[in-house]
Every structure is written in C-alpha cells, then in structure tokens.
C-alpha cells in the first residue's frame, strides 16, 4: 500500500521539510559529502522518519546557521511542505553570507 501522494519518490533523495511553526529541516541525501541524510519512512498520517538531518535557522544579522539534528521524526499534522532540493544549487550557496528574516509560522 502506498501513502503520501509523492512521497514514495522522495525516498533517497535530498529533500527539505518546512513546518509549520517555521522551521526548515533539510536531509542532505547520499550524493552530499559533507552532511549524509536519508528520508527513511513516513505512515498514511505523513509522518516522517529523516536521518542525519539539520535544521537551517535564519537571520537577518548572521549567516544561516546550520544544527544537526540527527534521527528526526516530524508528526505529519506538523509539516507545510516537503519538496525535493537541487543539490547541485544548494552545494553552490554560501549560508555564511545569506540573511534571511527567520521563518514565520503558518497559520491556518
């Protein structure tokens, strides 16, 4: 049986999960050297299961500032977006120099 439409696809891959209190969980999949991260699972209730996954905080005052976060479960009534990331363009950032205003929480 398969669930979470699209999901299914994303497994192995490099993707990032935007929640909705505001955070941004990125799983950096095997082609990455530096951080090594893989969608593991998730259940009908879209909950997901990340390894190795860090959470990118943003300023307007200091660059990104990266924190692992290791095994990761997200409640799937938690999570906004889950989308596939351009590896290629992700490794060409340089988050020490991106300000960004922190991410707002989505409300329903």
Known sequence: MSYGPGLQS???QTISVITNDG???VVIGPAELVLNGILKGFDQATNIILDESHERVYSTKEGVQQLVLGLYIIRG???SVVGELDEELD???DLS???AHPLKP???
Do not use: E, S
């Open 106 to 108: 989505v409300i329903h």
């Open 91 to 93: 490794a060409n950032l």
């Open 10 to 12: 994303l497994i192995d």
């Open 77 to 79: 009534d938690n999570i």
């Open 23 to 25: 955070r941004h969980i």
């Open 97 to 99: 120099k991106l300000r």
